[in-house]
């Protein structure tokens, strides 16, 4: 059986403040994707990465695929209160199966 | 498109009473995906679907639960009897193919069993 652990579950931070959360697996990928969830709304892509070692980076986000392709994480610098909400990330397989981690509840405090 | 369509946005109804949860996918999209959200488990996978075809139904908590694809624009989440313990936000999502993984999901169906 797939699964995804998300680390931590909730973070609480000051705006400015940097934080890091953590996607792993004991399972390959061919896909590691980070969606962010508003209360009342679906998950929403925010980034896809499908090599291991991919870096990218979408403003003050940067996403990592790890070399194996079995975890990832998400960086954000100078957090700002409208990043708060529901991080969440799923892997992809070659069966087009997708499944999500339990996600990371984020909270940036003015 | 208008982006994947759910009905109904919430229902509430009594244990032991049928649910029937509707999804109607992006045109042209393949896979078609259910799921469960709660706070305690998350973003569960219940089954999905590839052409029409169920592909893997591991994640359906038991019989109580049935889920149909009849056609390429409509797929149904059935719970006969439901039971409290299904409370929880349903999730339709589908994706254009097992390459173009992004998945675009509705905005669920908020299920209350009193």
């Known amino acids: 059986t797939q699964l995804l652990e998300q680390s931590p579950q909730f973070l609480s931070i000051q705006e400015g403040e940097n934080l890091t959360v953590y996607c792993n697996s004991s399972s390959v990928f061919s896909s590691l994707q980070w969606y962010r969830q508003e209360p009342g709304e679906g998950p929403v892509l925010l980034v896809t990465?499908?090599?291991?070692?991919e870096v990218k980076k979408l403003k003050r986000l940067t996403f990592q695929f790890g070399d194996a392709r079995k975890d990832s994480s998400l960086h954000i610098t100078a957090a700002q209160p409208g990043d708060t909400g529901l991080y969440l990330c799923?892997?992809?397989?070659?069966?087009?199966?997708?499944?999500f981690g339990q996600g990371t509840t984020l909270q940036v405090k003015p | 498109d208008a982006g994947v369509i759910q009905s109904p946005r919430h229902e509430v109804t009594e244990m032991g009473q049928e649910v029937t949860l509707r999804c109607k996918p992006i045109?042209?999209?393949?896979?078609l995906f259910w799921y469960r959200q709660t706070m305690m488990r998350g973003l569960e996978l219940l089954i999905y679907?590839?052409?029409?075809?169920?592909?893997?139904d591991s994640g359906m908590p038991e019989d109580r639960f049935s889920a149909k694809m009849p056609n390429a624009s409509f797929s149904t989440l059935k719970i006969q009897p439901s039971e409290p313990r299904d409370s929880a936000v349903y999730f339709c999502a589908s994706t254009a193919d097992w390459a173009n993984t992004e998945a675009f999901f509705g905005q669920g169906t908020r299920l209350t069993v009193v």
């Open positions: 799923a892997g992809g397989s070659n069966t087009g199966k997708l499944i």
């Open positions: 990465v499908v090599t291991g070692g």
């Open positions: 045109s042209g999209h393949d896979y």
């Open positions: 679907f590839n052409n029409n075809v169920p592909i893997d």
